[in-house]
């Protein structure tokens, strides 16, 4: 079979294959003991609770979602607070796969996640966790309104976890920004190093502004290890099958 032929097939098995579930259902889930994510009560990046008058919060696990206006954009479905408008978008060549992942074998994948709502708080800080299989994110596409965050580090990494579809490279990451104010709409985006990231999952909280983490960020050239591209052809199952 031909490339161009064995990668549309790959697709489509992507596409259709299992059930519309991400990492909280397939594994592993974030919030456990060990891995990166944390809500902002227990952060050291936060000081407050999801909830809370003046904050926003909204988090996305799968990203197969028709309530949402566009062919390319989903809702939060874990969860949301505080928000009037929120949603997730991504580039033409970038899919929802079986797993409720966003994945593509084709393409650069660019991601934007929007959200709009009043905090009344000053100065504040926005935190965006997420989840990233395969290919890592470029870390200079990391922005919030076109800035670059105030802090940026990898909280969990694994090089060979052994995920439900094969071993993959998983990686969590945490960004946030201090701002000396609110503003009326949140736009944080980043990119792919290439094709083949398998996007897992995303938490944003935005609040009052807590104290400094204690950690030192990692260098770019840290955060992007790995991240070149890979044949499809031998991969089938690692690469292919882990979006």
């Not at 928000?83 to 796969?97: E, K, L, Q, V």
């Not at 955060?223 to 882990?242: D, E, V, Y």
């Amino acid at each position: 079979m031909k490339t161009a032929q064995k990668l549309i097939l790959i697709a489509g098995l992507l596409a259709v294959s299992g059930s519309a579930s991400a990492d909280l259902t397939n594994n592993p889930d974030p919030y456990a003991a060990g891995y990166g994510f944390n809500t902002p009560t227990e952060a050291a990046w936060g000081d407050w609770n999801r909830g809370d008058a003046g904050t926003l919060y909204a988090e996305w696990d799968s990203f197969v979602d028709n309530s949402y206006p566009g062919i390319r954009t989903a809702a939060p479905d874990v969860g949301s607070a505080g928000t009037t408008d929120a949603n997730i978008g991504w580039n033409a060549g970038t899919f929802s796969a079986g797993s409720g992942n966003l994945y593509s074998f084709s393409v650069t994948e660019n991601f934007t996640a929007a959200l709009s709502g009043s905090t009344g708080n000053e100065p504040l800080r926005a935190a965006l966790q997420f989840e990233t299989w395969g290919v890592q994110m470029d870390y200079n596409s990391l922005l919030l309104n076109g800035v670059a965050p105030s802090f940026a580090t990898q909280t969990f990494y694994d090089g060979n976890y052994d995920s439900s579809f094969g071993p993959v490279e998983l990686v969590q990451y945490l960004a946030y920004w201090d701002l000396s104010g609110p503003a009326s709409n949140y736009l944080f985006s980043f990119n792919s190093t290439g094709h083949s990231l398998s996007l897992g999952q995303v938490a944003i909280d935005i609040g009052p502004s807590g104290a400094p983490v204690s950690s030192v960020p990692l260098p770019a050239a840290v955060w992007i290890f790995g991240a070149g591209f890979i044949g499809m052809l031998g991969l089938n199952r690692r690469k292919g099958l882990q979006a």
